[in-house]
């Protein structure tokens, strides 16, 4: 870990991001740094081979590679045995798994889900499904003043017929941060199992899930700097070794027969067909990137960069702030009168990338009393000087509309 909390001075690692180009839409998805796109080459152009199949070496060795980015994920996110961490296309995928093979298997008719107001649509849709095969129903806590979970209300609703939670660990929209051992603690009080989101926590926050205490945690590669196609499900295993198969097909068999299937142990069991081998391998690139700067360091940059936005956002006339003034890494913000994607295409213009939209946030939008908002999100290529491209951006923006 970097011991200091000086700025990053990244912008190097990144090709992708040309000079004067201030890229803001890290919440939706990261540049790659050299080292990922190198692993990403070597993979495909160098070491390229199935794996757990073939006999041959090059087979054998990319399965030792495969594998032992399975052991780096765990040791990552603090997971007690690397068989706890399950391959997944994404976080959207992992969600789904639970969903489809706890959550579907374990409720019933009269039981609850509890899901907050800032949620994904991918931690919202999955158990709508659920709740409506097995008779299910879902309630929603609300959020604090300045755009938190409301932990408070969320121990006032919650009852013994809660059978699982599932909250986002980092808002995608607010940047606000859940306390996620209290919410655990809240859970597991009433005997609920609890499902995290780490979406915009693991590439600015540390993240330890056994001193969390959640029952699953899930995120994506793509934005931890990794490649697109690749995500992670850690889940307690005891509960993976109890579930069901996501799918079948090969890899997660133990013996075929027409008369009988036996699976495979976890986390092969939820891992059918053949894996997004060189995703794997990008993965572990980008989690050693990460991990050289230290979580601690890349959180500071953020922190500083989030404070410098709102400090000179708040001065121009009209712009409305969401989310908390210690949001991580996010700031979404309106302006009086002009819609979004306006705002998108005119900072466009200005060489500033941000995200305009609902953020596949929806309720939240209805929550916040807007149809979509404006959302820069930063990385560790970022600099001051970004976000006073994005303020003289949103001047000219003011000036345009009056």
Request: charged content about 20%.
């Amino acid at each position: 870990m970097r011991a200091d909390t000086r700025p990053l001075d990244l912008l190097a690692d990144f090709p992708a991001i040309p000079e004067g180009w201030a890229y803001l839409d890290t919440a939706a998805t990261a540049q790659k740094p050299r080292p990922v796109l190198d692993a990403i080459a070597r993979g495909y152009g160098e070491t390229y081979a199935t794996v757990h199949r073939g006999v041959y070496q090059r087979s054998a060795d990319m399965t030792l590679a495969f594998e032992a980015a399975r052991r780096r994920v765990a040791a990552f996110i603090g997971a007690g045995s690397a068989d706890e961490i399950v391959f997944t296309r994404g976080a959207t995928e992992g969600i789904n798994l639970v969903a489809q093979c706890w959550a579907g298997t374990q409720l019933k008719a009269g039981d609850r889900i509890l899901l907050s107001m800032l949620e994904h649509h991918s931690n919202i849709v999955p158990w709508q499904m659920v709740a409506e095969r097995v008779g299910a129903a879902i309630d929603v806590v609300p959020l604090t003043v300045d755009g938190r979970v409301d932990l408070d209300a969320m121990e006032r609703m919650l009852r013994p017929e809660h059978k699982l939670v599932a909250l986002a660990h980092v808002s995608n929209v607010l940047g606000s941060v859940l306390d996620v051992q209290r919410a655990t603690a809240l859970a597991h009080g009433v005997g609920a199992k609890i499902l995290i989101d780490g979406c915009q926590a693991v590439a600015r926050l540390p993240v330890d899930v056994r001193a969390l205490g959640c029952d699953f945690y899930v995120f994506s590669g793509h934005k931890l700097y990794g490649p697109t196609g690749i995500g992670v499900l850690w889940g307690r295993g005891e509960l993976l070794e109890a579930m069901p198969p996501y799918q079948g097909g090969g890899s997660m068999i133990d013996r075929v027969t027409f008369e009988r299937t036996t699976y495979a142990p976890p986390p092969g069991r939820f891992e059918a067909g053949t894996p997004h081998i060189v995703g794997v391998l990008g993965l572990h690139a980008a989690i050693d990137y990460v991990s050289a700067i230290g979580l601690d360091a890349i959180h500071a940059h953020e922190t500083a960069l989030v404070a410098a936005t709102r400090e000179g956002l708040g001065r121009l006339n009209s712009v409305t702030l969401f989310g908390p003034e210690d949001s991580a890494g996010i700031v979404s913000f309106a302006i009086e009168g002009v819609h979004p994607h306006d705002i998108g295409t005119i900072l466009d213009e200005e060489r500033v990338a941000i995200r305009a939209g609902h953020h596949c946030a929806q309720p939240l939008m209805d929550r916040l009393g807007v149809p979509a908002t404006a959302r820069a999100s930063f990385g560790v290529y970022n600099s001051r000087a970004d976000v006073d491209a994005l303020v003289r951006g949103l001047e000219r923006v003011s000036r345009i509309f009056g």
